[in-house]
């Protein structure tokens, strides 16, 4: 069973950071995948903060994070990361992540899991 459990969300200052996890069990990050960013605020549309996806090294960055937010994985530890900089109080959000794996895995492709999420708050 394909399980995703994110972490590392808190109450930030603006221009503060914080780190992102996305511990994934059930797959192994030795084989393709792609692992997406996903963030909702109150009222809004869901967005695609970012995407990456191996063994290519793909990346994607919506531009509304762009040169803020970094986006890696570590196969040994089977975790995707989000390093995010500069924070905004308009990057407050609940902020989850998805993958997909196997062959056919991209960034450009729906997902086929996602974890339940972790809040960041941003105050002005």
């Known amino acids: 069973e394909v399980q995703l459990v994110e972490s590392g969300g808190d109450l930030v200052q603006t221009g503060g950071s914080l780190r992102l996890s996305c511990a994934a069990s059930g797959f192994t990050f030795d084989d393709y995948y792609a692992i997406g960013w996903f963030r909702q605020a109150p009222g809004k549309q869901r967005e695609e903060v970012s995407c990456?996806?191996?063994?290519?090294?793909?990346?994607y960055y919506a531009n509304s994070v762009k040169g803020r937010f970094t986006i890696s994985s570590d196969n040994a530890e089977n975790t995707a990361y989000l390093q995010m900089n500069s924070l905004k109080p308009e990057d407050t959000a609940l902020y989850y992540c998805?993958?997909?794996?196997?062959?056919?895995?991209?960034?450009?492709?729906?997902?086929?899991?996602w974890g339940q999420g972790t809040q960041v708050t941003v105050s002005s």
């Open positions: 990456i996806s191996m063994p290519d090294g793909m990346t």
């Open positions: 998805a993958a997909n794996y196997g062959a056919g895995s991209s960034c450009l492709r729906g997902y086929d899991y």
